[in-house]
C-alpha cells in the first residue's frame, strides 16, 4: 500500500470560468459600445470588454487547482479529495489510458458505470506528483495484469 499526494486540474470549474469569462467579455462590449464610446473612445470600450474578462480570469485561476491523495494497493486504487472520493478495483476496470504531453491526464473506464478521468496541467498545478502517481498505477495494474490473468486493456496515449 502507497500513498500519494497530487494536484489536478477541476475540470469543471476551468470551464464554468473559462464561460463566465466569455460571456463578461460579450456583455462587457456591448454596454460599453453602447454607453461609453462618445466619452471614451472605440479603444477605451475594447480596452474594458477585454480587460475585464482576462482580469477576472487570473483573479480565479487559482482555484482551478486541486489537492487530492490516492493509495494503491494490489488489487484497487482509492482517491480522496474535497471533490472526489472513490475506490476503483482492478477487476472492475474495463480499459485505462494515461495521456502524456505538458500535461497529463488519467482515464478509467469501469466494466460498468460512468467513466473516471483526472487531468493534471502545468499551468494551473505541479504534474510532477501526478506524473509519478500515474507511473506507479500503471506498474501496479500490469502486476495485478499478469498475476490475475485480468482483462486490463491500456489504451494508447495520444
Given at each position: 500500500?502507497?500513498?500519494?499526494?497530487?494536484?489536478?486540474?477541476?475540470?469543471?470549474?476551468?470551464?464554468?470560468?473559462?464561460?463566465?469569462?466569455?460571456?463578461?467579455?460579450?456583455?462587457?462590449?456591448?454596454?460599453?459600445?453602447?454607453?461609453?464610446?462618445?466619452?471614451?473612445?472605440?479603444?477605451?470600450?475594447?480596452?474594458?470588454?477585454?480587460?475585464?474578462?482576462?482580469?477576472?480570469?487570473?483573479?480565479?485561476?487559482?482555484?482551478?487547482?486541486?489537492?487530492?491523495?490516492?493509495?494503491?494497493?494490489?488489487?484497487?486504487?482509492?482517491?480522496?479529495?474535497?471533490?472526489?472520493?472513490?475506490?476503483?478495483?482492478?477487476?472492475?476496470?474495463?480499459?485505462?489510458?494515461?495521456?502524456?504531453?505538458?500535461?497529463?491526464?488519467?482515464?478509467?473506464?469501469?466494466?460498468?458505470?460512468?467513466?473516471?478521468?483526472?487531468?493534471?496541467?502545468?499551468?494551473?498545478?505541479?504534474?510532477?506528483?501526478?506524473?509519478?502517481?500515474?507511473?506507479?498505477?500503471?506498474?501496479?495494474?500490469?502486476?495485478?495484469?499478469?498475476?490475475h490473468q485480468a482483462d486490463l486493456v491500456k489504451k494508447k496515449s495520444w
Amino acid at each position: 500500500m502507497r500513498e500519494f499526494t497530487f494536484e489536478f486540474a477541476d475540470q469543471r470549474y476551468l470551464v464554468r470560468l473559462l464561460i463566465l469569462c466569455f460571456l463578461s467579455l460579450i456583455v462587457f462590449l456591448i454596454s460599453s459600445v453602447a454607453l461609453l464610446v462618445d466619452s471614451i473612445g472605440i479603444f477605451g470600450c475594447m480596452a474594458i470588454a477585454f480587460g475585464f474578462p482576462i482580469a477576472l480570469f487570473f483573479l480565479f485561476k487559482k482555484n482551478i487547482k486541486k489537492i487530492g491523495s490516492a493509495i494503491i494497493t494490489e488489487d484497487n486504487i482509492e482517491f480522496k479529495s474535497a471533490l472526489l472520493n472513490q475506490k476503483i478495483l482492478y477487476s472492475d476496470i474495463k480499459f485505462y489510458a494515461i495521456q502524456q504531453y505538458k500535461s497529463i491526464a488519467l482515464i478509467i473506464q469501469p466494466k460498468i458505470g460512468k467513466k473516471f478521468k483526472l487531468q493534471a496541467n502545468p499551468n494551473f498545478c505541479n504534474t510532477d506528483p501526478f506524473r509519478f502517481l500515474c507511473s506507479e498505477l500503471d506498474k501496479s495494474l500490469q502486476r495485478y495484469k499478469i498475476s490475475h490473468q485480468a482483462d486490463l486493456v491500456k489504451k494508447k496515449s495520444w
